[in-house]
């Protein structure tokens, strides 16, 4: 993986990793990351990666599933993934394998006898894209969230039919802004929605594609822009990280959110699992308070 000095230095990863593997005899691969984009990015290469080196096609297993783009830096160890691995089976999905959280080598050499994908995060959309092409794989962009939105997501996967769950949502200018990762902040913004009542927007500072997103929401990547934005529009409130306080205006309500890749291990105690939890107070008082 590059950083900023090899970029810079013009360091050729990819001989790199050939010249390791010839040595070593380990199938070794390089990744054209630079320390300039965000972690989604170069996580989304490692399991495009991984998906087209080791998935190969095999015969389909009834509702099997697999779930992609998962990390501890968009799903802390706090269950969360359990949680969607438990939501799944309940509701008769098995699951094939998780990319890239509690999964063997083996398990994701199995991926495409799927029935369908679930993508909760940036990271895992093309591999998605790729096992949909070579495979026939649908998926379904979306985190579940709430009670409500759960249902909904199920539904789709049922259906198997590729959507972006996360994006079939109104948006209001005026209502409650969720900044975060595209796919997951989209899904609780339709969470909220729909177990609150209360209108929501989304604004995405990082790495995303138009399907992830509502028309109206925004894709700001700078502080100083979504600052201008929140004084601007005023909205009824703000849920984001909780370093995001300090660009908030003093007088708009804010509600942590603590998210791993945002914060470290800042608030690492206070990130909740909101897989299909009632939320119908997560936003006075917050649910994550």
């Known amino acids: ?30 990744f054209h990351t630079n320390g300039t984009h965000s972690y989604l990015r170069g996580s989304s290469e490692a399991f495009l990666t ?30 969360s993934v359990g949680s969607i691995k438990k939501l799944l ?7 094939v394998s998780c990319l890239a959280m509690d999964s063997s080598l083996d398990d994701i050499k199995k991926a495409a006898s799927a029935e369908v994908d679930l993508v909760i995060s940036y990271s895992g959309l093309a591999a998605a894209e790729y096992m949909q092409k070579k ?15 759960s249902e909904i997501l199920i539904e ?17 200018e005026n209502g409650i802004y969720i900044i975060g990762e595209g796919i997951s902040a989209g899904s ?24 992830m ?11 100083e822009d979504i600052e201008q934005l929140l004084t601007e529009n005023h909205p009824a409130g703000v849920i984001a990280d909780t370093l995001y306080e300090f660009i908030v ?30 939320l119908t107070d997560c936003v006075s008082p917050p649910l994550w308070r």
Not at 136 to 148: L, R, S
Not at 256 to 269: D, E, M, T, V
């Open 135 to 149: 495979f026939g794989i649908p998926y379904i962009c979306g985190v579940p969230f709430g009670k409500k939105f």
């Open 156 to 172: 789709k996967l049922r259906n198997k039919k590729t959507s972006f769950p996360c994006a079939e949502r109104e948006t209001s």
């Open 249 to 278: 205006p003093t007088d708009m309500p804010f509600y942590s959110l603590p998210h791993f890749a945002f914060s470290g291990r800042c608030y690492k105690r206070f990130i909740p699992n909101l897989i299909n939890k009632d």
């Open 213 to 223: 997103l509502a028309d109206s929401d925004s894709d700001f990547y700078a502080e």
């Open 50 to 79: 991984i998906i087209k080196e080791y998935a190969h096609e095999l015969p389909k297993i009834k509702n099997g599933i697999n779930i992609l783009g998962a990390t501890p830096l968009d799903f802390s160890i706090n269950g």
């Open 1 to 30: 993986c590059g950083s900023p000095m090899p970029m810079m230095t013009g360091v050729d990863f990819d001989a790199i990793a050939e010249e390791i593997e010839n040595r070593s005899g380990i199938r070794t691969f390089a």
């Open 188 to 211: 609780l913004a339709a969470a909220v929605k729909l177990e609150t009542g209360k209108d929501t927007k989304v604004i995405c500072p990082l790495d995303h594609t138009s399907e």
């Open 89 to 95: 089976c309940e509701n008769g999905f098995e699951i």
